[in-house]
Structures are given as C-alpha cells and as structure tokens.
C-alpha cells in the first residue's frame, strides 16, 4: 500500500456504480450517471444488488457455520458497505481469517475499514487483478494457509472476464492452489429474466466503464466443474437457502450463484 494509483472520476467503475445502487456515498457523478442510465432501463437492478449482498451473507454463513471454514479470500470485494465478509464471518467464528483484493484505486482508500478485526482473526487487504491470479495468491498465502481449506468469493466479478475460456482458466488456477475441503462462491450476472436487463447492460458497456460480460447459468455452472455442489445448486441467488418471510419464495433476480466444495 505505498503507492495509491489515481482515482479515474472520469469514466464509471461497476465498485462505484453498485455502491450508488446500494444506497452508499462512495461515488461520484459519472457512475450516478451511468448508474441512473442503467435503472431507466432496468429499475429491478438496485433490487439485484440488495439481493446479491443478501446472498453473501448467507453463504459466509454457511461456510463459517456449517461448512466450518476459517478461512476467506474475497476477489473482487468492492467497496465496504455493511455485512462485509469479515463481519458476518467473524460473527460466527470470530478466529477468522479474511483476505480482500480489488483493482479499485478507491476500493483501496478504504481498505483499512476492510481491514478491522476481532482481536482472535485477522484480515489483510490486496491491491491486484483477477487477471492476475498468481499474485493474488502469494499474498494471500501471508496471511492464510493454503494448506488448509479456504472460501474463494467471486461475487459479481467474473462478469469482467470477456471470453469464458479465459475465465474458466482463472478460476480453476485459483482453485488448483486451495486445499481439498476448500469451496467455491460464484454470484454472477445473467440474461435470462428480463431483456431490458440486457439492453441496461449493452448500454453500461458502452459507457467507457469497464465492460460486463452476462452469462447464462449453464456457463455458470461451468465454473463449477470437479467440484461439489452444496445444495440447492446453482439457482437465482435470492433462491439460495433464502430465509422464509410470510411474503412467501422470493421472486427471482439476474444473478445466479452456487457454492462448490472442492473434494
């Protein structure tokens, strides 16, 4: 963290633009721009982004608890909003071990509000790229054991991998690194529910921010190849173990996500 790269407030960055949509402050015009652009085409968006959160606390919950992992690396994590995965992690065990990476220059002047812990776990902070796996992991190796089970956490980033071949490839060198018990948390966008969803996305990609790249479930599901799938599966993340209300199933969103055990 010596050197802290320029914050481009020129061109709309998706960590920016979902904070917007989430209700958050750290933002400027150019992603409420694009941000508002996005929901006059498609106003369930801000709903995806609720949902997505909510299904990152469900699945941190489920690993910690249920799945007994300590262990955390979280590529793509964004902005600090609430319910970060240290917090919900920690909140079931509190030794918990978190590592963030993120390639947002602003992502990183937050970073120490990722960083705080309870006093049995730690957290640490990475400035890199998805692109760049192996660096991820050497960093991440200085605080976690790789020799013991961990949860991968790609939440909403995959998107920006064009081409799914090269994708896949990430995933699984990132995989490959963790031991066996280790498991996989996939949320990523979709084009299956709404068309205008898929217009509001053609429309952001061609703003200047970096592009987002739908995909189907099907391809979803690719990225879980070898892997154990935790019930129920790869589903519209607002289906995934979702709390029962007397409002009933609650209705399904462009985003799929799963959770994979590696054998």
Not at 59 to 86: I, K, M, S, W
């Amino acid at each position: 963290m010596n050197h802290t790269p320029a914050i481009d407030t020129n061109v709309p960055h998706s960590a920016r633009v979902w904070n917007y949509w989430l209700g958050g402050k750290d933002n400027y015009p150019v992603d409420r721009e694009a941000g508002d652009a996005f929901l006059e085409i498609f106003p369930g968006m801000a709903q995806g982004a609720r949902a997505s959160r909510a299904f990152l606390g469900r699945t941190v919950r489920y690993l910690a608890g249920e799945a007994g992992l300590r262990q955390f690396l979280d590529v793509g994590t964004g902005l600090p909003t609430a319910d970060n995965t240290h917090e919900v992690a920690q909140a079931v065990a509190p030794n918990s071990r978190i590592v963030y990476v993120d390639n947002d220059p602003m992502v990183l002047t937050h970073a120490r509000a990722l960083m705080t812990s309870s006093p049995e776990g730690a957290t640490d902070y990475v400035h890199a790229d998805l692109h760049e796996p192996e660096k991820i992991l050497e960093h991440a190796g200085q605080l976690l054991d790789l020799g013991r089970p961990v949860g991968l956490m790609l939440m909403g980033i995959l998107g920006h991998i064009e081409g799914h071949d090269r994708a896949q490839k990430i995933v699984q060198h990132l995989m490959g690194a963790l031991a066996p018990g280790s498991h996989l948390v996939i949320n990523d966008g979709t084009n299956v529910h709404s068309k205008a969803n898929v217009e509001a996305h053609q429309q952001y990609n061609e703003s200047g921010g970096v592009p987002y790249i739908q995909r189907s479930p099907e391809e979803i599901g690719r990225f879980f190849e070898g892997l154990e799938l935790v019930e129920p599966g790869l589903v519209s993340v607002t289906r995934w173990r979702y709390e029962k209300t007397e409002f009933g199933v609650p209705p399904e969103v462009d985003g799929y996500g799963a959770v994979g055990r590696k054998p």
